[in-house]
């Protein structure tokens, strides 16, 4: 185990199941639907690419990116796109991947995005999901894990960029955040 994680939340065995799972549940739900499967960038990056490999249907791939403001306008919510869908939207059936849903904003924004943009319908498949700290709704029709307010790194998730590459989701030893 990486020296600054405190715990191993979810292992590779534990997520690999997970993903098996989903995968199976969302082959039998867009079963010729040739769904446009989004991942935003860049949390979601591991989760996708283990999760596509578990849907037996045809599926079409695109990234997104955005960032969201904190500091004052955070009560706001403010997001900004900084990488867009190579691909409309429009009339497709249109499935989000992401790896945590936290105050909801990132996913309240993109999924209404999508509708705007006239998508035939808007899914989301989150492989965590930390409830307690949500501030805007959002609707989340796949998740992998229900997780406490801890600050989890790994498996795509990371603090200041490091950490992503960790093939398991841990918690991050505060002494971490607190000395920097
Ligand atoms: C993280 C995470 C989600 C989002 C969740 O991404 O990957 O996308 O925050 O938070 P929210 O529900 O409060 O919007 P981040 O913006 O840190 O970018 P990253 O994926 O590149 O790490
Ligand atoms: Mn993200
Ligand atoms: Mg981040």
Redesign the pocket.
């Known amino acids: 185990m990486h020296q600054d994680i405190e715990q191993v939340l979810y292992d590779q065995k534990a997520l690999t199941e997970v993903t098996k799972s989903l995968g199976a549940q969302l082959t039998v739900d867009y079963a010729g639907k040739n769904p446009l499967v989004v991942c935003?960038?860049?949390?979601?990056i591991l989760f996708m690419a283990d999760l596509v490999r578990q849907i037996d249907t045809h599926v079409e791939l695109d990234f997104m990116?955005?960032?969201?403001y904190g500091g004052a306008t955070v009560s706001s919510g403010e997001v900004k796109i900084v990488k867009d869908l190579d691909t409309s939207v429009e009339n497709r059936d249109v499935l989000i991947v992401?790896?945590?849903?936290?105050?909801?904003?990132?996913?309240n924004y993109i999924a209404d995005l999508f509708k705007y943009r006239k998508a035939k319908s808007v899914k989301i498949c989150t492989l965590l999901d930390k409830p307690e700290?949500r501030?805007v709704p959002?609707h989340v029709d796949y998740s992998g894990f229900k997780v406490p307010n801890a600050f989890l790194v790994g498996y795509?998730?990371?603090y200041a960029e490091h950490y992503r590459n960790l093939p398991y989701i841990g918690i991050l030893k505060s002494s971490v955040y607190q000395t920097k």
């Not at 935003?40 to 979601?44: N, Q, R, S």
């Not at 992401?98 to 996913?107: A, F, H, Q, S």
């Open positions: 935003v960038l860049k949390g979601a990116d955005v960032s969201s992401e790896d945590i849903v936290d105050t909801g904003r990132t996913l700290t501030v959002v795509g998730l990371d």
